[in-house]
Nanobody, 116 residues
Framework: QLVESGGGLVQPGGSLRLSCAAS????????MGWYRQAPGKQRELVAG???????NYADSVKGRFTAVRDNANNMLYLQMNSLKPEDTAVYYC????????????WGQGIQVTVSS
């Protein structure tokens, strides 16, 4: 089970930190990531932290968002700075297992709204 927290309403230019708490060990997941889905748009990968520690970011958030994977505490974080109205979306925590077959696990999602 994945449970997100930390969302809410923030003004443009502000910051938020999302947290994702996993009910079990996340050590074995190939990727822990954050996705988002805005109204009328497809869900997209915002940031993915691979098991070895490397992180991939969507071009739209590079330099503004930082994802951190804490295997010791079974947590995933997303620090979001310099937020823009276009960052408004429901953000989902995701865990990807690739063996024996690819399988995604999802949190329930949390709303982030950037507006003045």
């Amino acid at each position: 089970q994945l449970v997100e927290s930390g969302g809410g309403l923030v003004q443009p230019g502000g910051s938020l930190r999302l947290s994702c708490a996993a009910s079990g060990s996340i050590d074995s997941f190939y990727q822990m990531g954050w996705y988002r889905q805005a109204p009328g748009k497809q869900r997209e990968l915002v940031a993915g932290v691979i098991i070895g520690g490397s992180t991939n970011y969507a071009d739209s958030v590079k330099g503004r968002f930082t994802a951190v994977r804490d295997n010791a505490n079974n947590m995933l974080y997303l620090q979001m700075n310099s937020l823009k109205p276009e960052d408004t979306a429901v953000y989902y925590c995701n865990a990807l297992r690739i063996r024996p077959t690819p399988l995604h696990y999802w949190g329930q999602g949390i709303q982030v709204t950037v507006s003045s």
